[in-house]
């Protein structure tokens, strides 16, 4: 049997794992079922732990889904290197690695759908801006984001896209539509609105005098994410039988 693991972030204080345990069990009750919930951060349900406890109960075969929105650190080093090890310890498990939640298509539906609430509210609204959380080591997620960019752009206002960190930092690239006064919507293409976000609006509203800045939400667990999971889940089940269905033919 395959168990389905499913790894997201996480943090090894306060109450914040907890909480998005029980987010994921809400999001995830009618669509997915038999599937194990594992951190990159944690003291007591971190991806080695799950993985420990799994083998010792005889599992031989796992599907890793990462709940990261695109491919930088975590889902380029940080995940594959514990895999290796355990591929290394354990010959004889196996294991398939999912691709982000941000690439699936249905995330653009979901993007697209916040950005229209926002501009009917808002008629006013010149500028898109995408804002993700970037990276200063790989190109991978500026290519993501920039991808997701350009799917989104179907609406009549201009739209682009930046970073908290990296070459398209907002700390240098919206000073030029703050100088030109502009109103301006921003939507952060995060897990939820946590610390990272919040702290980018308060540095955000610091360098901003006279411009109107509008915030959509930011994904905060909301139906579609289930469905993009469930997709996740779903194209690794088909490799399976792929494979399955070759070794037979061999």
């Known amino acids: 049997m395959t168990e389905h693991i499913l790894v997201i972030h996480g943090m090894n204080k306060g109450k914040q794992n907890k909480e998005l345990h029980d987010f994921l069990e809400q999001l995830l009750s009618r669509n997915v079922h038999d599937y194990h919930i594992a951190f990159l951060e944690s003291k007591n349900q971190c991806l080695e732990q799950v993985l420990d406890k799994l083998i010792q109960q005889g599992t031989k075969s796992f599907n890793i889904i990462p709940l990261l929105l695109f491919p930088a650190k975590h889902y380029l080093e940080d995940i594959p290197m514990i895999l290796k090890l355990y591929e290394y310890r354990y010959p004889h498990i196996e294991y398939k690695f999912a691709e982000p939640l941000g690439t699936h298509k249905l995330m653009t539906t979901l993007v697209k759908q916040k950005i229209l609430a926002k501009v009917k509210r808002h008629p006013k609204i010149q500028h898109i801006i995408l804002m993700a959380h970037g990276s200063e080591r790989y190109r991978h997620p500026d290519i993501a984001l920039w991808q997701l960019t350009q799917a989104c752009d179907v609406f009549e206002t201009p739209i682009s896209m930046m970073t908290l960190y990296g070459d398209y930092s907002y700390r240098?690239?919206?000073?030029?539509?703050?100088?030109?006064?502009?109103?301006?919507?921003?939507?952060?293409?995060?897990?939820?609105?946590?610390?990272?976000?919040?702290?980018?609006?308060?540095?955000?509203?610091?360098?901003?005098?006279?411009?109107?800045?509008?915030?959509?939400?930011?994904?905060?667990?909301?139906?579609?994410?289930?469905?993009?999971?469930?997709?996740?889940?779903?194209?690794?089940?088909?490799?399976?039988?792929?494979?399955?269905?070759t070794q037979l033919v061999r």
């Not at 702290?199 to 139906?223: T, W």
């Open 172 to 245: 240098f690239k919206l000073q030029h539509y703050l100088k030109n006064n502009i109103d301006i919507l921003i939507v952060p293409i995060f897990f939820y609105d946590g610390f990272l976000v919040n702290k980018a609006k308060y540095h955000i509203a610091h360098m901003n005098d006279d411009c109107n800045i509008h915030y959509a939400s930011a994904i905060n667990f909301e139906p579609l994410l289930s469905m993009i999971i469930t997709e996740r889940i779903k194209q690794l089940e088909v490799l399976e039988s792929v494979s399955n269905s």
